[in-house]
Every structure is written in structure tokens, then in C-alpha cells.
């Protein structure tokens, strides 16, 4: 990686570093030079990590997958933001030219009770599989695909539940939440199904699983000040949440 | 997977009252009560605008309410629904804060519903429950003054209301409760409107506006009637 040119910039981070859940970390300060404006945020990382290597020094372990902003692999609180500064994206989207030369980058995991820290910036999103596990899901027999328009559904209903459906699973929503509350990300899921016929069988019981999961996996409490939907990539809207909120308060009182 | 259909479906609690041990479930009882509390103030706010009638409406008025051994049970309902969201509203600020046990370094807040009165509902919320209080000592179990009106003797309620508004104090003190009261229910009660689920794209800017007069406009029939009474 030799593409030094008078544009590029020195960048100085600050990164937690934890060796493992067990032990307790903080934050380490480095600088690395040369960082060119066109990498992207995670491209960045990769390079401070060489640069940790060739220091004998154990690089940053950070989640990262499609580096296309469709898996919700990666993840990073960048100075306080989930995801950085830049409003629907995704940290592997974020590229170095939001920033400047001399600036300084506080990079922390996803702080949450239900998102323990594996190790330095990766954490244990797993509680949102759980929640998937407990009612993310229709029950269908296996056969012959159905006619592709058997089924009519209105436009403006396909639009919102492809809106909820656009969830990575991110877990920005959690780690933005003052609270640490899943509750866009579940209202994401049960939305996506619930809006559908495909999902009206097993409506009542899934909004009832997931937010007993949800509840059991340990999240806050939504406290309606839509950091969540602010921070999310996908930009979900907390709409969802108040469907959720509807059709919790449906099933639990009619079913 | 199994042939038969929905062998896998999921198990959810299956009692309502069951509602209640959920987190969505204790907001919904954050929302109501917070919510049925806003209609005792708006019944509260008509029954101070008889003081602009002169002593004898108003203390007439205060006499009629008090009479009735229906008061006791108006009473009583009135502080379980204090009671339960405060206690709610503690708990769920407790369950907030163990969610997050490990602070961040650096955090930065950009969402539309953040703002300042959001931000300090626990503390406006603490600060009505100690002007509750002694909102109490200072009218209900304050002095006592006697007057008589079409030859029933009753307590004259107006004295003491225009006596405690007279002293600057009270009235500045008073004002700013008000003030907090006003920033609780920015927040509050347009929050309850998402957590009850009734929010929804085509009325959502409507319960916002609706939200944002009520909780600045009856504070404010609060304040105007304070310093009218001082002005008196």
C-alpha cells in the first residue's frame, strides 16, 4: 500500500483495546500517517494494523464482512457516533475524506449489557439472534414455490414492510440508544412480517416472543428520543416502534 | 421442519396480565397514568379559573368538591396513579441505566426526539413530585381561614390561595415548578401517544402539535392565574 501523495493526512486515534471479556480495557492512542482521503474508515484500520504488525504490536480486532454496507457485520462508535458522522451509512461506507489532516478519532465498541465485548472493538451481537430465534420467523411447509402474485398485497403496505425489512442487525439502533434499547431493531422484525399476510398466522405470539426475549436478553427501555432511528444506516423509522408498541398491547389483551 | 403446519410456531406468554412484567407493558402504564394525570390538570386548571369569578364562586366551588366523601375515592385513585408512574418511571430509569454499564467515551446526541426536555424527564419529574408536596402543605394543609357564603360556613380557599400568591417568592417558586411541569410534558405527553402505539405517519405531526399546546398551554393557565392572584 504505497500511495502516499500530498493529500494524504496524519490521523490521530484513539481505540479501546480489551484483550478479552475477562480483562479490563482502555483506550490506547496512535498516529499513523499517510492516510489517504479515498481509503475507506475500515481501510484506514487495515493500514494501522499493518503498521501495528510491523511494531510486533497485536493489531485492532474489529467486525467487518461485505465492506458494502448490506451485511451489518461492522459496527464502531467513531467519535461518538454509531457508524461515524455520515447520516445512512454504514462504517465500512464511511470514507477517510469526512476528515481532516491532524484530527483525532475516538473509536469505541457497541456499549451495551447485551452486547458483551469479545475482544477490542468486537462485541457479542448474538442476543439479536436470540430475538430472531424467539419469533423473527413464519412457519411455512416446504413444497413448490408459490405463484409469485397469488398473493395481493398494496403497494404502500409492500413499501413498509420492505422499509422494516431493510434491518441489517447492525445493532447502531442499541449502541446509540441512551437506554441500549433493541426496540427498532425488533420493531424492524416485526414489522416486516407482521405488515404481510404471510406473517398474520403467528402475529399475536411473535410480538409477544421477541419483546419477552428482548426484555430477558437484557436492552433498556425505550425512552422515545429516536437516536435509534437517527443512527440507523438503513434509516428505520421509529414508526415502526409505535406498530409494535399497537400490536403488542392487540395480542395481549385480544389473544 | 415438520409437515404440519405451525408445529413451529413460536410460544409467547399467554396470559394478559402478563403485559405487565414486559417493558413495553410498564410504559403503557407510564403512558396512561402520565396521561390520565394530565386530565387532573386540566380539570384542576377549570377549577382555578373560578378564582377570576371572585371569592365566593371559588370558595363555593372548593366547598361543593370537598364535601362529597366521593373526594376520598377521587383521592385515592389520584395517588395510585402518581404512585405507579413514579414508581414505573423509577424502574425503568434503573433498567436504562444497568443496560449500559460501561460508559462511552465520547457520545454524541442527533436524534429528532432528543432535546432538552426529553433529556431531563427524570429530574422535572422529581422536581413536581417534591412541588406535589408542598404543593399540598401550601393549599390543601395550609392555613386555614373560615368565610361564610349565602349563610354556609365553609373555608375560605380563596384567602389562602391570594395570601401564598402575594409573598414574590412563592410566586417566583411556583412559576419555575410550572416552568419544569411545562418541560415534562413537552416530553411526556407526545411520548405516550408512540409508547400506547397510537403514533402512526398520517397522525403522528398532528399528536406532536396537539402535544406541544397542551403541555405549554396548561402550565401557563397555571402561571397567568399565580400572578393574577398576586396582582390582586
Redesign the interface.
Known amino acids: 500500500m504505497n500511495n502516499s501523495n500530498k493529500n494524504n493526512m496524519t490521523i490521530h486515534l484513539k481505540v479501546w483495546r480489551q484483550a478479552s471479556n475477562k480483562e479490563k480495557g482502555k483506550m490506547e492512542s496512535y498516529t499513523l500517517s499517510d492516510v489517504s482521503p479515498d481509503m475507506s474508515f475500515l481501510e484506514m484500520l487495515d493500514q494501522l494494523n499493518l503498521k501495528l504488525m510491523k511494531e510486533k504490536i497485536e493489531p485492532v480486532s474489529f467486525d467487518h464482512d461485505c465492506r458494502e454496507g448490506i451485511c451489518g457485520m461492522c459496527s464502531l462508535m467513531i467519535n461518538g457516533h454509531a457508524h461515524g458522522p455520515q447520516l445512512l451509512t454504514t462504517t465500512c461506507q464511511l470514507h477517510m475524506r469526512e476528515y481532516k489532516d491532524g484530527d483525532e478519532i475516538v473509536i469505541e465498541p457497541w456499549r451495551s449489557r447485551a452486547f458483551p465485548v469479545v475482544k477490542d472493538l468486537v462485541v457479542d451481537r448474538s442476543a439479536f439472534d436470540k430475538i430472531m430465534a424467539a419469533g423473527g420467523f413464519v412457519s411455512v411447509n416446504t413444497g413448490s414455490a408459490p405463484d409469485a402474485n397469488g398473493t395481493a398485497i398494496a403497494k404502500v403496505v409492500a413499501d413498509e414492510a420492505m422499509d422494516a425489512a431493510q434491518c441489517i442487525g447492525c445493532g447502531a439502533c442499541v449502541a446509540a440508544c441512551e437506554n441500549g434499547s433493541a426496540m427498532l431493531f425488533v420493531a424492524a422484525k416485526v414489522s416486516q412480517l407482521s405488515l404481510l399476510p404471510q406473517g398474520q398466522p403467528e402475529a399475536a405470539s411473535r410480538v409477544k416472543s421477541m419483546v419477552a426475549k428482548m426484555d430477558e436478553m437484557g436492552f433498556g427501555n425505550c425512552t422515545n428520543h429516536s437516536e435509534c432511528m437517527a443512527a440507523c444506516p438503513k434509516g428505520i423509522s421509529v414508526e415502526h416502534i409505535a406498530r409494535m408498541n399497537r400490536d403488542f398491547l392487540k395480542s395481549s389483551l385480544l389473544q | ?1 415438520s ?1 404440519e ?9 399467554k396470559f ?1 396480565f ?2 405487565l412484567q ?7 402504564l407510564v403512558a396512561i397514568t402520565g396521561l390520565l394525570s394530565c386530565g387532573f390538570l386540566l380539570g384542576h386548571l377549570a377549577g382555578n379559573l373560578l378564582l377570576l369569578m371572585g371569592p365566593d364562586s371559588f370558595n363555593s366551588y372548593a366547598h361543593k368538591l370537598t364535601s362529597t366523601s366521593l373526594i376520598y375515592v377521587a383521592e385515592a385513585i389520584l395517588g395510585v396513579i402518581f404512585l405507579v408512574h413514579l414508581g414505573l418511571a423509577l424502574k ?1 430509569n434503573w ?2 441505566k ?17 432535546n432538552i426536555f ?2 431531563t ?1 427524570p429530574y422535572t419529574g422529581i422536581a413536581i413530585l417534591v412541588f406535589l408536596v408542598l404543593h399540598l402543605t401550601q393549599f390543601k394543609f395550609g392555613s386555614v381561614y373560615m368565610t361564610q357564603v349565602e349563610g354556609v360556613e365553609m373555608r375560605d380557599v380563596y384567602r389562602t390561595v391570594i395570601e401564598f400568591f402575594k409573598n414574590i417568592w412563592s410566586l417566583v417558586w411556583y412559576c419555575v415548578a410550572m416552568s419544569l411541569l411545562a418541560m415534562h410534558l413537552a ?1 411526556g405527553v ?2 405516550s ?9 398520517q397522525i ?1 405531526q398532528w399528536l406532536k402539535c396537539g402535544s406541544r399546546i397542551f403541555a405549554f398551554g396548561v402550565p401557563a393557565g397555571f402561571i397567568f392565574l399565580s400572578i393574577w392572584c398576586h396582582l390582586q
Open positions: 421442519m409437515s403446519t405451525g408445529d413451529a410456531a413460536p410460544s409467547g406468554p394478559s402478563l403485559i414486559t417493558s413495553v407493558g410498564r410504559k403503557y425503568l433498567e436504562n444497568m443496560a449500559r454499564p460501561q460508559k462511552y467515551v465520547k457520545k454524541k446526541t442527533f436524534g429528532p426526539g432528543e426529553s433529556s424527564m416530553h407526545q411520548s401517544f408512540q409508547s400506547l402505539g397510537i403514533r402512526s405517519k403522528g
